[in-house]
């Protein structure tokens, strides 16, 4: 098996035979991340299965024909308060996962997604080593398989930092948002904490709007939240680029447009013509 920080892949990349793991940081990032794996799945006409707590809404399904793929099982033994899942209720929904797997191989379905926030494993005494029972019923599953993918998700503010070490171990993949663009020349992948885009190799005058867009879809989520833009890994960017973030941040009526962690060569262009004294503007962490 691949260690963990050697595969990642984005949401579309997925592919059969990955026990992957999503370490979500707020519910936004959650819905953002699943919900691109639901709805995929969905719009290939490929089986869906979602583990879900009572009353759970499923990210990803609203408005898509084909929600008669999607099976959810309902987990009605999971309950909110810590402590009130045993290895009885872990056993079952593992034993209830695998029959909808089992159900949907002989339907011939060709392709089968399975997903769940397994944080509920964790609370509780013995939490942990109920998580692990559960994942090792979901790699043996998973892992020979040529039809199964699966994404276990983890609310990070769940778990403790050797809990998170623990669990990702488990996992041959760490799944990440599809980018908002890719060519060969520029990617741009939303961030959640905190809210913005990272921004990769070069932003030239033919990629403005793509940008202007990514923006866009980003303060439509959040209007009064600050939005921040990750350079380290913009290797270019011209002044048209940085004309329009300075007229993106001073048109915003809350909330301001932070550049972190801008490389050297491009902070100094900044400083010099005094894009940070305009309005909404400013330098973040570096």
């Known amino acids: 098996m691949e260690t963990l920080w050697s595969v990642r892949r984005s949401v579309r ?3 059969p035979g990955d026990h992957a793991w999503l370490a979500y940081v707020n519910q936004e990032e959650r819905r953002h991340v699943a919900g691109a794996f639901v709805r995929d799945g969905l719009l290939a006409r490929e089986k869906v299965v979602y583990l879900a707590a ?19 099982v309902t987990m009605e033994h999971l309950r909110t308060e810590a402590g009130a899942c045993g290895d009885a209720d872990a056993a079952a929904a593992m034993r209830a996962l695998a ?12 392709a089968i997604r399975v997903t769940a926030d397994m944080t509920w494993a964790v609370r509780g005494p013995g939490g942990l080593d109920r998580l692990m029972a559960c994942e090792r019923h979901i790699e043996r599953a998973v892992g020979p398989s040529t039809t199964v993918t699966a994404v276990c998700q983890f609310d990070q503010a769940g778990l403790t930092a050797d809990e998170l070490a623990s669990v990702g171990a488990t996992h041959s993949v760490l799944v990440t948002p599809d980018p908002e663009f890719e060519d060969s020349v520029l990617r741009i992948v939303r961030t959640f904490a905190p809210r913005g885009l990272a921004l990769s190799g070069e932003l030239d005058a033919s990629r403005h709007m793509v940008l ?47 550049l972190d962690r801008m490389p050297a060569q491009l902070r100094t262009v900044v400083d010099t013509v005094g894009w940070t004294t305009l309005p909404g503007l400013r330098i973040g962490e570096d």
């Open 13 to 15: 990349d997925l592919r």
């Open 54 to 72: 009572p009353g759970e809404l499923i990210p990803g399904v609203v408005g898509l024909p084909s929600a008669d793929l999607l099976t959810v």
């Open 99 to 110: 029959a909808e797997i089992v159900a949907a191989e002989r339907l011939g379905c060709r």
């Open 212 to 258: 202007s867009q990514a923006l866009a879809m980003v303060m439509a989520a959040g209007p009064a939240h600050e939005v921040h833009l990750d350079l380290k890994n913009l290797t270019f960017i011209d002044l048209g680029a940085l004309n329009m973030l300075a007229e993106v941040a001073a048109a915003r009526a809350s909330g301001g447009l932070i």
